[in-house]
């Protein structure tokens, strides 16, 4: 069936323009953006602000086991081993990342070292005693050196081993760790590692038959 002209007209005929709107209108729109933009605002501050609550609070739960690594030593001077359970070594507040102990001594014990953060070294850990080890010397925390010369050098063993990391040798859980300064011959270094502890792994809690002494205001290991 043919179109009339009067249709055909109308089909082409353009489309009547929207009203436009209106001040009020255009307000109230504006309005309600706001309005949005606001409750969205808020919804962030409200989620961000409970998540680090809970987390302050310790409501939330980790993505893992707090690090705890614990390793025997024991530093011989000319002959004589050093006393590291001296109260001054010892750390009394809270340890962890938190308070910045990552590494420490505490509860009397100047033999078990106690790492709370991966990757933490022996260089790290007597920084933290004041003293500084490389390898050449031992500087004490009074600023007593002991340094390689023709007849004393600085010696470095672990786990019964000869290392030459130093300073730059990791704390491992239950590592056992012997540094040496003197002329001491191979039978008097295999005497004084015998002497090294071997009670780190009560505080990692791998040999439960042995019982170690802590502090009962102290509630990390």
Not at 166 to 179: M, S, T
């Amino acid at each position: 069936m043919a179109e009339t002209k009067d249709e055909k007209k109308k089909a082409d005929a353009p489309a009547p323009a929207a009203a436009p709107s209106t001040p009020a209108q255009d307000e109230k729109k504006k309005y309600s953006l706001r309005q949005i933009t606001a409750v969205a605002m808020a919804l962030v501050v409200l989620i961000v602000g409970g998540y680090f609550g809970l987390d302050l609070m310790g409501w939330l739960p980790k993505s893992g086991p707090d690090y705890h690594a614990h390793a025997d030593f024991k530093v011989y001077i000319m002959g004589k081993p050093f006393n590291f359970s001296q109260d001054k070594y010892m750390t009394k507040e809270a340890c962890g990342p938190e308070s910045g102990a990552h590494a420490h001594l505490h509860d009397g014990n100047g033999e078990v070292a106690h790492v709370h953060e991966e990757g933490i070294t022996w260089g790290d850990f007597f920084w933290s005693l004041g003293m500084k080890l490389n390898v050449t010397c031992f500087i004490l925390d009074t600023e007593e050196t002991y340094c390689d010369d023709r007849k004393n050098t600085l010696k470095f063993y672990v786990n019964g081993k000869k290392n030459f990391e130093f300073e730059k040798k990791e704390i491992w859980d239950l590592d056992r760790v012997l540094i040496s300064y003197g002329p001491e011959t191979p039978e008097e270094i295999l005497w004084q590692f015998g002497t090294v502890s071997n009670n780190a792994c009560a505080y990692s809690e791998k040999c439960l038959e042995r019982k170690i002494p802590i502090s009962p205001d102290h509630d990390c290991t």
